[in-house]
Nanobody
Framework: QVQLVESGGGLAHPGGSLTLSCVTS????????MGWYRQALGKQRELVAS???????NYAASVKGRFTISRDSAKDTVYLQMDSLKPEDSAVYYC???????????????????WGPGTQVTVSS
């Protein structure tokens, strides 16, 4: 059974940093490339970062150069290091699999059957 548990969100000032974690179970981590998605209030959930099983990473233009996605195969965990945060980064962040190749960065997330609870990131002065 797939489980995705995101954590690490919180309140940050503009220019600050946060590190998100996503613990996975159910083999999703080992079968699929993984990604971080976010959903801001009133907007669609979008893919912002992806990492393949070969550790190749890709980013949406809105976060490129500021966010870093990584994975720990021993822990079945995906991370998102977020630096130089902006108010427009405020959203609920989720991790999930990637099924479109190449990844549809910056586009609406597919309607997967399962999503974790997400973790809220708020960037405000």
């Amino acid at each position: 059974q797939v489980q995705l548990v995101e954590s690490g969100g919180g309140l940050a000032h503009p220019g600050g940093s946060l590190t998100l974690s996503c613990v996975t179970s159910g083999n999703i981590f080992r079968i699929f490339p993984m990604g971080w998605y976010r959903q801001a209030l009133g907007k669609q959930r979008e893919l912002v970062a992806s990492i393949g099983n070969d550790d190749k990473t890709n980013y949406a233009a809105s976060v490129k150069g500021r966010f870093t996605i990584s994975r720990d195969s021993a822990k079945d965990t995906v991370y998102l290091q977020m630096d130089s945060l902006k108010p427009e980064d405020s959203a609920v962040y989720y991790c999930n699999k990637i099924t479109d190749l190449p990844p549809r960065l910056g586009e609406a997330a597919p309607p997967f059957n399962y999503w974790g609870p997400g973790t809220q990131v708020t960037v405000s002065s």
